[in-house]
């Protein structure tokens, strides 16, 4: 019986490395598109493999595999809850990208990147879906929270949408300044609140990104205006919430999909417990996004995300083609 060869590194020799700076040069725009184009095409969110969880010494590991049309890849991140307060990054990673029937080794891709990429491309699409037709620019977006998510949200909505004023609701310190110094770079108008000085931020608003860590709701949702969007996709965890149970209940919920929302979102998993909201009243996104069924009329529309794993997967192999292209593409002439 012949041995197998041994692999050796010449398997990743022509494996592209993809740091964060290179997958922020993605503009937004055509992350959103990607995602929508894959729904478009038949991705059915609710037969997405799910990722999966183990808990460390100090947070928890995700593993997040996906595989699409030639590609598989699979996302390992860490959160680690302190790391902040050490100066590091709440979430660290990498995914590996694999590509072709032989299934070679393409990218390794920072994971983190591909996080403050993805999960923003798939909020704008969302919004981009849940905007009233009535809707116009400009537009009041207010923002809970400082961090990379926070800015990775208010950039895509700037990018996506006529976006006239920004408020940024987070404690006050080094985050929250840098984050709206900025915003202020960008032709809006930008202000910070504390959390609780929040009430007109969140009365005046067109649209409201909750991009935080809190467990327990962030604003009173009777404050919610009737033809506002809200976007939650600070927590991931079952008994963890940013939304409270009055905007539930006013609220048209639409969700990544149904099963991801039950194993992982508080802020619905929470409601259901309470009778507040009913398991058939969940809307997939992608049954707005294919035309399968519209919003009903009235009341505020809130989009919850966890983050799935077909998600990176798509919007890795779009950063992966930009990358590729860009380096075989002619030099110009000098």
């Given amino acids: ?49 799910p990722r999966s969880r183990l808990a460390t010494a100090t947070g928890e590991l995700l593993v997040m595999p996906a595989t699409r049309d030639g590609h598989t890849g699979c996302k390992l991140i860490t959160s680690t809850p302190d790391n902040p307060d050490r100066g590091q990054p709440l ?40 905007l009233p037709p009535t809707a116009a620019g400009p537009l009041w ?23 006239g004023a920004v408020t940024v609701v987070a404690r006050p310190g080094a985050r929250r300044d840098r ?8 032709s809006v108008a930008v202000d910070a609140r504390e959390p609780g000085s929040a009430t007109e931020a969140v009365r005046g608003a067109d649209v409201i990104c909750c991009c935080t860590s809190a467990a327990t709701p962030l604003f009173d949702g009777a404050l919610v205006r009737a033809d506002a969007v809200v976007v939650a996709i600070g927590s991931h965890s079952p008994r ?7 905007l539930v209940a006013r609220a048209h919920v639409v969700v990544e999909s149904r099963a991801s929302t039950l194993r992982e ?7 259901l417990a309470a009778g507040v909201l009913r398991e058939e009243e969940l809307i997939p996104l992608h049954h707005l996004v294919t035309g399968r069924d519209r919003l009903p009329d009235g009341g505020p529309r809130l989009y919850k995300g966890t983050g799935m794993p077909w998600q990176d997967l798509v919007v890795a192999v779009e950063v992966y ?3 590729r292209d860009a380096a075989t593409a002619p030099a110009e002439p000098g």
């Fill in 1 to 49: 019986m012949t041995e197998p060869a041994e692999p050796t590194i010449a398997a990743f020799a022509g494996m592209r490395l993809i740091g964060a700076a290179d997958v922020a040069r993605t503009p937004i725009r055509a992350a959103v598109d990607a995602l929508e184009t894959a729904l478009v095409q038949g991705l059915a969110p609710e037969r997405q493999p």
């Fill in 91 to 130: 979430i660290q990673g990498a995914f590996l990208l694999f590509a072709g029937p032989e299934q070679r080794p393409v990218a390794l891709v920072d994971g983190a990147g591909l996080t403050n990429l993805r999960t923003p491309a798939m909020s704008a699409l969302a919004v981009r879906h849940l």
């Fill in 141 to 163: 977006l207010t923002v809970f929270g400082a961090g990379p998510q926070a800015l990775g949200h208010a950039e895509a909505l700037l990018a996506s949408h006529d976006v």
């Fill in 179 to 186: 984050l709206v110094a900025r915003l202020a770079g960008r």
């Fill in 240 to 246: 963890a919430r940013e939304v409270d149970d009055t």
């Fill in 265 to 271: 979102a508080g802020d619905v998993v929470i409601p």
């Fill in 321 to 323: 083609r930009r990358s």
